[in-house]
């Protein structure tokens, strides 16, 4: 995580659709303070893919956009409770306002100039109540905590309420991510087809299911923000994690992250992601901010 780049070099075709297409790669306006998003907040994304001593890369744009009628006028889902060890009470989190995403992926981009670039649109309702919880406030707990007590106390120290509330945040923030990231056109069949799959034997055991899971047993460690332009969003973490399919180890990653402040709502203040099989570095999916746009207040 410490190694990790801050920026993906573009291929020159990519630079060339970004200036006729006037995507101004770098430009990154500061976060704000207030927690609510405005139509016309975007973040535009690098996807890297390097595999068999090629690469390809994606553009990927996500821009907020105003509720149509349809979708104001649609039941939200339910409210996320998250229960805590040792039988405390369960935290809720209100999923009342919602924020319409509109996603653009344009790709792919190879060293073959004549290759043409194709445009794929989505379109996602997520919870801007969850997105906004962000993944650092629960991070900057789990060092704290490591730092004062170790990183396998006996006994655990008890949580205040507030604390819990902190750390049980990180679930409802990284499950809207996911629902973002499979909603991009193109992302999820990417990082589908660099997973390290299971074994016949284990879909056999379990009837073909497969079961997925986070292992999350390394700490959290605080990067460089100004390399990343991330130093006024409150600092940037990277966070290891290994996704797990029948139990084995399927996707070694990194998250690298910063405060979920508009415009990186959208996001979850998720602004890199590094991702490549066990064992396989030769397969790497990267992932940088590449520019970020805040919208004008909307008159009064």
Known sequence: ?????????????????????????????????????????????????????????????????DMTAAERAAKPPPDMYIQPPDGRPQIWFSNQHRVALEIATTGAFSADPTDPPTIRNA??????????????????????????????????????????????GFFPALVTFFQAAQSTPGLSEILWDITQKPSLWSLARRGGRVDTNLNMDKVPVA??????????????????????????????????????RPPLLACAGIIGIDAEPPGKPERHLSIRLVASRRAEPAPR
């Open 1 to 65: 995580v410490t190694e990790a780049p801050a920026t993906i070099s573009p291929l020159p075709a990519l630079v060339a659709y970004a200036s006729a297409h006037h995507v101004a790669l770098g430009q990154f306006v500061p976060t704000a303070p207030d927690a609510t998003p405005r139509s016309g907040d975007a973040v535009t994304f690098l996807v890297s893919l390097r595999e068999k001593g090629r690469e390809r890369q994606w553009l990927v744009d996500l821009q907020v956009d």
């Open 223 to 260: 990067l460089d923000s100004a390399a990343w332009g991330a130093a006024d969003a409150g600092g940037l973490l990277g966070l290891p994690l290994t996704v797990l399919l029948n139990d084995r180890p399927a996707l070694v990653s990194a998250l690298f992250i910063t405060s979920a």
């Open 123 to 168: 379109r996602v309702l997520l919870s801007s109540d969850y997105l906004g919880l962000g993944l650092d406030r629960s991070c900057r707990l789990i060092m704290d905590l490591v730092a004062r007590y170790g990183p396998n106390p006996n006994p655990k120290p008890v949580l205040s309420a507030e604390d819990d509330r902190t750390a049980a």
